[in-house]
């Protein structure tokens, strides 16, 4: 019996059977036919001109038999612009069911399609047709991909613009179905900051969940919405404590003073996050009257508040309460002690000295979440040598304070913690006077106090010391070893060159990669054979350091494995290493690398190109800026700035016009490296841009260019609202010289986000007022020198030098800057001082003023930080404590007079 033949689509259908068959068929592919639709606009056949009557057309197709020609005429009705609506709505209440709802669904997709931006539409094909079909939490999923999404690159930045994301946002609030969901909304919008927003998150605020309002507020923070204030106030009093703390955190976000009161009444909620998120906030917003009430806290029985009470008031200079701090020195939480210990640093407490040395001696228990890998971080980097926090904060303090007869007995304690503790103080000092009690430690029969006592020896920085350091390269203890080599590199210890030789296939790779590195340091370039092999070390680190040391050596082999290893060049020898393997093969292999796939590799070649100064690589730049989409430009605009190659002024000038915020703010700073009028009237349109950020880099930039015609503007900035920019205006008057605005900056002192600021400003301008500010903080201390010596600190700033890159003592440097200005130079007695990395580009000119200031800023946070008094003709160098002493002095002595 022969099969019974199927009809075709094409064939005749009998009659009542065509309307059943075509719902059947149409219910069966809607999903993957709305789905293709946007693929579908793109291989459609060209438009007709009027869209209303290709509307007309297509709806009467709607109506065929044939299913193929009623779903290619529904992609064609969605592909169709919004002229098309009135029709479709018409065809939507068409008697017959199918036609009525493939009019409908094409009108909503063209609705959707047109809130959305056409990048929008590009970076998710047919995301109009799953957000016109899809339920409502389609358009959850679609705003947190698009908000959420950043670019590949080593500055993080979102690719769409908060304006292209408004479309979706109040949908995206409505459509979430869980608190979950909603919070990642929430969240994305403070991120973000999307405007449009804030009435629905304000709203958000009294929702039932205790996560929506904590969100909420924290949205409302990030976004700088001063109108939430009293909401935020009402919600100090929530039954929630996450949402009370929040809430007072938020409130010092928004600088609100009135929420004071509510702020201060949380110290004493029954919550500890409460509390200690009181505390934090009042820190925030400077509150010294709150000050009598949170010593109280000091006695909390929850550590994490006490360690906040002791760190806040310290930062609010509660001289008051030294008496109570002393006692937490003695506290069984290590993290309340390492506060306790800042907080007297701060306030400058001499007298805690005897007790911050009895932190020396405790045995703290270790843990690993305590452990520091980096004990001298310019130094001994990657050598496993582990001090706990509080021991190495007590340490660097005691060595502040320089009191030695505090620390001399603790490097003969018969209890070898202390001893070890001991010698690292004194390391710290970097004084060739503390020498003669180190040296005995190098044989002590424990393996720290050996390690400890060999790396001292590198910071005293005394040759003499190097015939003890140099047994301890057999020591049978790898930290130890470890220890010797980089003292013996610290000691420029070239006749220790066999040792270490032989240590480059020792059993530890911190003893291997350490001797690389010293080796490479003292230039011996008979090691280099036995270093190659060292470039396949299993260990990253003895890869990296041989690599270094190799081509500090001038061996190019080692370059490729320079640029694998993804170095910070701004903290490290990178950049000398790759000028002494050669500049040619680095840029060779540098532009091979920009243009390759990986654009955060891209990106690292065109600013390390630009370190090196290689100025012909600027059209290669370009060109792979170009490449990529808009979005992306901004990246490249550093290096191209550094070059300084005019052939960039129009690529700049563009990329300052651009839509996106990112890139007209690296346009800006890019454009105040490159100089010139043409760089002028590029940037000043940017101090009138809607994005503070923006602005800030267009003030920057224009200090740079020295544009003092354009003072008035950005003296009108000092009223914004938005301390992002001002802060940098009240900069630049100061710098710029705008001595008719020095009232306007008075005003400034008593903002807490601005006070530093102005005072420094007020001293360039040769005004005395905010002196007081300043020695207060103990911050921008350099800037006095301005008012004491105005002709050295003239000096200062006219001399203009290519400083490069540098990596050594920091004595070393500062000798250097003081032999340009033809001055002498002074130190404390005995210092030698720490190593220094500096990374400037090749060629650029800076004065010797911002070289002073790159030193003070890397070595801020540093066991040493330093401060620089100019004397008439000598560049006195002291220990940050020395010199507030000093200027305290003069102030007191002599500024207050005039």
């Not at 424990?446 to 005394?462: E, K, T």
């Amino acid at each position: 019996m022969r099969p019974r033949k199927r009809k075709s689509a094409h064939e005749a259908a009998p009659p009542g059977a065509a309307p059943i068959r075509r719902r059947r068929l149409f219910h069966m592919s809607l999903v993957g036919t709305m789905l293709a639709a946007s693929g579908a606009r793109a291989q459609a056949p060209p438009r007709k001109p009027d869209p209303v009557s290709e509307a007309r057309d297509q709806i009467a197709r709607l109506r065929s038999d044939q299913f193929e020609v009623r779903d290619e005429a529904s992609k064609r009705l969605q592909a169709l612009d919004p002229a098309a609506l009135p029709e479709l709505e018409k065809a939507a209440m068409d008697p017959e069911a199918e036609v009525a709802l493939r009019a409908r669904t094409a009108a909503d997709v063209i609705r959707t399609r047109a809130l959305l931006s056409p990048r929008l539409l590009a970076f998710k094909p047919g995301i109009e047709v799953r957000l016109a079909l899809g339920p409502e939490p389609e358009w959850v999923e679609a705003f947190l991909a698009f908000a959420l999404e950043q670019e590949e690159g080593l500055v993080p930045r979102y690719r769409f613009e908060p304006e292209e994301l408004e479309p979706l946002v109040i949908r995206a609030l409505r459509g979430s179905r869980r608190p979950d969901e909603t919070c990642r909304v929430l969240s994305a919008i403070g991120i973000r900051k999307i405007r449009a927003a804030i009435p629905a998150v304000l709203d958000a605020m009294g929702d039932s969940d205790e996560q929506i309002r904590k969100s909420a507020a924290e949205t409302l923070a990030h976004m700088n919405v001063k109108e939430a204030a009293p909401s935020l106030i009402r919600l100090t009093d929530d039954s929630s404590p996450a949402v009370r703390s929040t809430a007072a955190w938020a409130l010092a976000c928004l600088r609100h003073t009135d929420g004071l009161p509510s702020i201060r009444r949380l110290l004493k909620d029954d919550e500890p996050i409460v509390r200690m998120e009181a505390v934090q906030s009042l820190d925030m917003m400077q509150d010294k009257n709150a000050a009598k009430e949170i010593i109280p806290l000091l006695m909390d029985e929850c550590p994490p508040v006490r360690m906040e009470a002791a760190r806040t008031l310290g930062c609010l200079q509660t001289q008051e309460a030294i008496p109570a701090l002393l006692p937490l020195l003695q506290d069984d939480d290590p993290d309340v002690v390492k506060a306790a210990i800042s907080a007297l640093n701060y306030l400058g407490a001499v007298e805690s000295a005897p007790s911050i040395a009895r932190v020396l001696r405790r045995a703290f228990p270790d843990s690993p979440l305590q452990g520091v890998h980096d004990v001298r971080p310019d130094r001994l980097e990657g050598t496993g040598v582990a001090v706990q926090p509080v021991v190495w904060l007590a340490a660097t303090t005691l060595a502040d304070l320089g009191d030695t007869r505090l620390i001399h007995p603790l490097v003969t304690d018969p209890e070898p913690h202390v001893r070890a503790n001991g010698v690292l103080a004194l390391g710290l000092l970097y004084d060739r006077d503390q020498i003669p009690k180190i040296l005995p430690l190098v044989k002590d029969p424990d393996a720290r106090v050996r390690g400890f006592a060999a790396w001292a020896l590198g910071c005293a920085g005394m040759r003499a010391s190097i015939p003890h350091v140099r047994p301890l390269l057999d020591d049978e203890q790898p930290d130890v070893r470890t220890c010797a080599c980089v003292a013996l590199e610290a000691l420029d210890a070239t006749e220790a060159v066999p040792q270490l030789m032989l240590r480059l296939s020792d059993k530890s790779p911190d003893v291997r990669a350490m001797a690389a590195r010293a080796l490479g340091t003292f230039g011996t370039r008979e090691a280099a054979p036995r270093m190659l092999p060292l470039l396949q070390d299993e260990h990253f680190t003895v890869r990296k350091n041989s690599a270094i040391a190799l081509a500090l050596l001038g061996r190019a082999e080692a370059i490729p494995v320079i640029l694998s290893t993804d170095l910070d060049y701004r903290s490290s020898p990178l950049i000398p290493a790759l000028q002494s393997a050669g500049i040619e093969t680095s840029s060779r292999l540098l532009l091979e690398r920009l243009r390759g796939r990986n654009l955060s590799d891209r990106i690292k070649a065109a600013e390390m190109l630009a370190i090196l100064g290689v100025r012909e690589a600027s059209a290669a730049i370009r060109e792979a800026a170009l490449e990529l989409p808009v979005e992306e430009h901004a990246s490249f605009a550093k290096p191209l700035g550094l070059l300084g190659d005019p052939e960039s002024l129009p690529f700049l000038r563009d990329l300052a016009a651009s839509r996106y915020g990112f890139s007209r703010q690296q346009a800006a700073r890019a454009l105040g490296l490159m100089g010139g009028p043409v760089a002028v009237a590029s940037v000043t349109p940017l101090l009138w841009d809607e994005d503070p950020n923006v602005r800030a880099s267009a003030i920057q930039a224009l200090t740079r260019l020295k544009a003092n015609e354009l003072a008035p503007r950005i003296a009108a900035i000092l009223d914004d609202t938005n301390h992002t920019d001002t802060g940098h205006a009240v900069r630049a008057l100061g710098v710029l010289g705008i001595h008719e605005q020095g009232d306007a900056l008075l005003k400034r002192l008593k903002d807490p986000d601005l006070q530093v600021d102005a005072a420094t400003a007020l001293a360039l301008l040769g005004r005395r007022e905010g002196v007081s500010v300043l020695l207060e903080s103990e911050t921008n201390l350099l800037y006095l020198n301005a008012l004491r010596t105005p002709s050295d600190w003239d000096r200062l700033h006219r001399t203009m030098r290519p400083l490069g890159t540098f990596h050594g003592r920091v004595r070393t440097f500062l000798e250097r800057v003081a032999r340009e200005l033809r001055w002498t130079c002074e130190w404390p007695e005995g210092w030698v001082g720490p190593e220094l990395t500096l990374t400037a580009s090749r060629g650029i000119q800076c004065s010797l003023f911002h070289a002073l200031l790159a030193v003070s800023s890397r070595l801020e946070f540093s066991p040493t930080p330093l401060e620089f008094v100019l004397d008439k003709g000598t560049l006195r160098v002291l220990r940050r404590r020395d010199a507030v002493q000093f200027w305290k002095r003069w102030w007191d002595e002599k500024g207050k007079t005039k």
